[in-house]
């Protein structure tokens, strides 16, 4: 799995200012009050996710899941859910 750069307030790349100026755009429309947002971008092997309106991240990525459900049933697939354990190479 490819390693996550984690990072909060200014945006430190190209993806990282789209996504912060289509957050900016968003919280300007009259209509946006109360209403949580989730910003996607990929570009090749780059991605980059911006949230606005969440409490925790955590609330983001269950809402993520309820949307990915949704998404699968419209086009008629049950989405199914495991939890897998992390196996730390050096405990062996």
Do not use: W
Request: glycine share 6%; with cysteine; net charge negative.
């Amino acid at each position: 799995m490819p390693e996550v750069d984690v990072s909060y307030g200014e945006p430190r790349d190209r993806l990282g200012r789209l996504a912060n100026d289509l957050l900016e755009h968003f919280r300007a429309m009259p209509d946006a009050d109360g209403v949580q947002v989730i910003v996607m971008l990929c570009q090749g092997e780059h991605r980059q996710t911006a949230l606005d309106g969440f409490e925790e991240s955590s609330e983001a990525l269950v809402e993520l899941l309820v949307h990915l459900r949704a998404i699968f049933a419209a086009n008629g697939t049950e989405m199914a859910l495991a939890a897998v354990p992390r196996t730390d190479p050096r405990a062996n």
